[in-house]
């Protein structure tokens, strides 16, 4: 198996707003996709849609505001089964995230590039966080081509 | 083992200048850092240093326009015997760049700050080619505190 892992710092004195922005459809929608719908709580499946297709997340785990945790139960061939968790802690001023995308069967081109992009999320979830303004798809950051 | 993936596409109808800024002093310093100093042809070993450390990377292979690999031979312990391998293919008006840093004992928290820190600096990358201008240290992008 393979894992995508990712650290972001997010600059506030509350891990809070972090907790949110995982565990609430407005947060999700405020750094991951604007097109995001469904039932957020613990047992829930969270809908997250973008122009090439999307992806169905069960949530696994919500422990504020420490461990957030879903399952890939739709989505590309990829991604069926793998999990994606979060960790947060607080060290001084900073929410610290700590991000695994796990299960990967195979490292295939898909995942490089489903890497790059989460690291670009994970800096709009800190924007987000820090300015009040992250960058969602359909205004997400291109890396690469087709997006 | 654990590696570290991701991929960019760099928008240019010729991969000799993503090629030129992973094989030249003043290519690498205009994306990674501008502290970048040694002998960048194969066998050669390039240093590059940032605020708080460096790397020392041998140069394994050069083949233009399509593969470049170094040698982490000098850096954090978690570095050393790494491997930096660069995958270039040109498809339609982008350059699509196929990134690893393969070789990692464990997936430590500091492997995590480090693929969120490739992507930062492969976007940067694909910046200096696109626009002239990456944001290499000490300007670079910061994910995280300590940086």
Chains 1, 2 share one sequence.
């Not at 972001?8 to 809070?16: H, I, K, L, Q, R």
């Not at 709580?41 to 969270?46: E, H, K, M, N």
């Not at 295939?108 to 987000?128: G, I, N, P, Q, R």
């Not at 966080?129 to 081509?145: F, L, Q």
């Amino acid at each position: 198996m393979y894992d995508i892992l990712h650290r972001v710092g997010v600059e506030t004195s509350d891990p809070e707003p972090v907790y949110q922005a995982l565990t609430t459809l407005e947060g999700l929608g405020g750094w991951w996709t604007e097109d995001v719908a469904g039932d957020p709580q613990v047992g829930g499946v969270v809908e997250f849609r973008f122009p090439p297709g999307g992806f169905d997340m069960e949530v696994v785990d919500h422990t504020a505001p420490a461990h957030v945790a879903w399952k890939v139960v739709g989505g590309p061939d990829e991604w069926i089964g793998t999990t994606v968790d979060w960790q947060l802690r607080q060290d001084g001023d900073y929410t610290v995230i700590l991000f695994k995308h796990q299960g990967w069967k195979e490292p295939v081109e898909f995942m490089h590039h489903c890497s790059t992009k989460w690291a670009t999320y994970l800096m709009s979830l800190k924007a987000l966080v820090e300015t009040g303004s992250g960058a969602p798809a359909p205004n997400d950051v291109h890396v690469a081509h087709p997006d």
